[in-house]
Structures are given as structure tokens and as C-alpha cells.
């Protein structure tokens, strides 16, 4: 199914689906009811996240997100945005930090959520407690950090 939406307008466009849907449960015509973007449809089960990693994108973000409304999340790169300002690789410079800040700043102050990755599940009470809603940890084999991050966000087990 092909859905897009116009940046401008705010509005949904979709051409009937020929082909399988991505949800085999939801029958083609029925999945038109949830295949659209929160937060402009509160059913809506697609998430559209804007990607920040340079400094001009950084600038850039508090015009786009009042402007664009179906933006639902931001994530902050700070692996590009590390090479973007020539600490390649060093994503958890302070001066990558600075900026890493500014992004989640920028989102709390337009109520969109701010995403980010962190090196160490460690890290996730941190992040969370700086204001990020979405945070990405590296793959594990072990369940301890899932218990961990789900414990750090305040649910058990």
C-alpha cells in the first residue's frame, strides 16, 4: 500500500493496496483505518521519526518541527553528528553532547518526542532522566538487560 503524507497540508493520500498488507492479521481495506501517522491520527500506527545528525539539521529542527506536524519522534545522532563536527567516532564527546542537548531541548519545547542510542544499558536512567522517551541500546544474547532497561523506565520484571 502506498501512503504519503503531505508535509504542508497535513493530510493523507493513499493508493488501494494490491498486494498483501504488512500486518497479515488486517485485511487490506481495514488496515487504511490504522496505516496512518500519529500524532495527526491518535489511532494511528505509523511513527514517523526525523533523523538530526548534523549541526545544520540541529538548526534547522525547531522550524521544521512547527511547521510539520506529523513528526512523532526526533531521533539525535550523535555517531554522525560526532564525524558532522570532525570528533569522528566520538560520540560521546562533550562538545557532541552539547548539541545532542540542544535536539532534546528543542523537541521538549515542541512536545515531540526525542530518541538517542546509548553505548551501555547503563546509560538508559540517564537518558531517561534527561528527558529522551525513546533510547536504543546495543544488541545483547542476555535477558538481564532487558530487565534492567525495563526496570530503569519503571516497569518491572
Known sequence: MLVSVSLTSSTRHWKPPRYNCPRQEVKPFDYCEVADVWPLDPDGELLLMGIIENVRGINSVPGILRQVKCIGAIWAGPGELSVSMGLRGHSTHPDVEVWVQKILSVCNDTGVSCATGTITTA???????????????????????????RQAVGHSG
Open 123 to 149: 546509560s538508559v536512567e540517564t537518558r531517561m532522566g534527561q528527558g529522551f522517551r525513546i533510547v536504543i541500546t546495543p544488541p545483547t544474547r542476555s535477558l538481564d538487560n532487558l530487565h534492567h532497561e
